[in-house]
């Protein structure tokens, strides 16, 4: 048979001996594409190859990054990319979101577009927490709030009762309250 496949006989025997552990590898490949595939479908989509090697991991298969890495692209599946990096040269990288206002803040006239912000300063107590939404015409703030916890509740909630309620234009000619 050597002869036949024109190698030489210790070649023959080292490949014919290895024939049960590339059948091996092969299923130890099938099993954890189908839980990659699986642990893919639970998440909706959203993880990419860290978090569900950490699933797996959780479920006790020990497998490493690259290996999922490797399954995810064999298989064709892609993870939910919240973390973009950043442009190269200038350029600009993916909208996340759609742009209503073409990034023309200033659409001149009142109420058309409204920019909110979330952010935190220190202070002699501890953090404070700002959240503002103003017009991006006139740029006054129509409604802030402050707070000790960062969250929607303590800020953004109460900053969008500042005028008017953010979802009903005002009406001209009322004077705001």
């Known amino acids: 048979m ?3 496949l024109a190698v030489t006989r210790a070649g023959y025997y080292a490949r014919k001996s290895r024939a049960t ?17 699986w642990e893919h479908e639970v998440s909706g989509g959203t993880y990419g190859a860290p978090r569900i090697r950490h699933a797996l991991t959780r479920a006790g298969v020990d497998v ?3 290996a999922v890495t490797a399954s995810m ?23 996340a ?7 023309q803040w200033n659409q001149g006239a009142l109420d058309r577009v409204w920019i909110t912000d979330f952010t935190y300063l220190r202070c002699a107590q501890g953090w404070v927490y700002l959240c503002a939404v103003r017009d991006a015409h ?10 000790e916890q960062h969250n ?3 800020g953004h909630h109460r900053a969008r009762h500042g005028r008017h309620h953010p979802w009903q234009l005002p009406h001209r000619g009322r004077a705001p309250h």
């Open 21 to 37: 552990q590339r059948g091996k590898r092969a299923s130890a490949r099938r099993r954890l594409d189908e839980a990659v595939a």
């Open 2 to 4: 050597a002869k036949v």
């Open 152 to 154: 929607t509740r303590s």
């Open 97 to 103: 979101h759609e742009d209503h206002c073409a990034r």
């Open 73 to 95: 692209r064999r298989q064709g599946l892609t993870g939910l990319n919240t973390h973009p990096r950043p442009s190269r040269r200038g350029r600009r990288g993916p909208v």
């Open 64 to 66: 490493g990054v690259r």
């Open 138 to 147: 006139s740029r006054r703030v129509l409604g802030y709030a402050m707070g």
